[in-house]
């Protein structure tokens, strides 16, 4: 067991329906972890005498809790501030030749083991990432995620019109997406999102394939 004191501020209960309560502030606050997992939080003089003889660090700035990315490519991390003009023609330029190479799955564990760190330097603890259309990227995303104990969501990415190396087809977007749910459903802090890319990257068969598909189960 182990405390840190600071400042602390987190929302446990969501603003729109606990109003004002919701936020909690410490000015001076004790955090108190055990096995990873937080057993206590609140004012420092609320909680000193109870966790006299736990050993405390004290942290400088704002703790909060971790943060939470809705939408990010891991894909796309080399090609951060790439200029592309338009939506098509910055995916045409730099971002479809960038998940080419994810057709290597040492160069997928190479990308995801930064870009997890990345996120963790910075104080992103889950995310929902959207990985290539190459189910190797999936898997080197979820086991480097798997090592660091992170909440991630993902899943293959399906696109069957798609440009020349990074199409597939409705039968096998279908398979690889069963083979990726029963492969990673259940372990750890995962999560698994069947993903079409966009409606210009995905015919109305695959589509339809998709919206059959559940990540609780692992057929479609």
């Known amino acids: 067991m182990k405390a840190f004191r600071g400042e602390i501020l987190s929302v446990p209960q969501d603003p729109?329906?606990?109003?004002p309560e919701a936020v909690r502030h410490f000015a001076d606050g004790l955090l108190v972890i055990e096995d990873g997992l937080v057993v206590a939080c609140g004012a420092h003089a609320?909680?000193?005498e109870r966790f006299a003889g736990v050993?405390?660090?004290a942290l400088p700035g704002l703790i909060v809790p971790g943060f939470v990315d809705a939408h990010v490519h891991y894909p796309q991390t080399e090609r951060i501030a790439s200029h592309g003009e338009q939506l098509l023609q910055w995916l045409d330029r730099h971002i479809f030749p960038a998940e080419q190479a994810f057709a290597d799955r040492a160069h997928a564990d190479g990308i995801a083991a930064f870009f997890l760190d990345e996120l963790l330097r910075n104080g992103t603890t889950s995310a929902l990432v959207f990985a290539t259309v190459h189910a190797a990227s999936v898997d080197a995303l979820f086991e480097a995620a798997l090592s660091r104990d992170m909440r991630i969501v993902s899943?293959?990415?399906l696109m069957d019109l798609g440009p020349p190396g990074l199409a597939d087809t409705p039968a096998q977007g279908r398979a690889e997406t069963e083979a990726l749910i029963a492969r990673w459903r259940g372990r750890g802090r995962l999560g698994y999102a069947v993903t079409p890319r966009f409606a210009l990257t995905s015919s109305d068969a695959q589509l339809a394939g998709a919206g059959k598909c559940s990540p609780r189960t692992p057929t479609c």
Not at 16 to 19: C, N
């Open 16 to 19: 729109a329906t606990a109003g």
């Open 46 to 48: 609320d909680l000193a």
């Open 55 to 57: 050993p405390i660090k």
């Open 155 to 157: 899943g293959k990415v």
